[in-house]
């Protein structure tokens, strides 16, 4: 399994972003569908996939003032054939995760907030 890891800084308090991190992940934005298999309140995420590529990940939320956030974001997957690893070995598969955190925070900043769970 190859492993990829990001982090982005949200200008939203880190509650507001662990909420809408559990509204987001709703939609199948890495291409798998998946399962939480653990949850810390306001601190972290650990899935993995149910259906498609074989992945798993974590999300973690760390306070950077009153108003911002870092989230870390580590993503470990499996490339299935030869568009999978050549996609992976070109830093498509990277490329894809940045954007994926770019989303994100469009959505947690500028788009549908929720507040509270």
């Known amino acids: 399994m190859r492993m990829y890891e990001e982090s982005m800084d949200v200008a939203v308090p880190v509650a ?46 760390e306070r950077v003032d009153d108003g911002s956030t870092r989230i870390h974001l580590s993503l470990q997957t499996e490339p299935e054939g030869v568009l999978d690893q050549a996609a992976a070995a070109t830093g498509l598969v990277a490329a894809s995760i940045r954007s994926a955190l770019e989303r994100y925070k469009e959505f947690v900043e500028h788009g549908h907030v929720a507040m509270s769970p």
């Not at 909420?19 to 939480?36: K, L, M």
């Open 16 to 61: 507001i972003a662990y909420h809408n991190w559990t509204s987001f992940e709703a939609f199948p934005w890495f291409g798998t569908r998946g399962e939480v298999v653990e949850r810390r309140p306001v601190e972290l995420i650990v899935w993995r996939s149910t259906s498609g590529p074989d992945q798993s990940g974590r999300v973690r939320f």
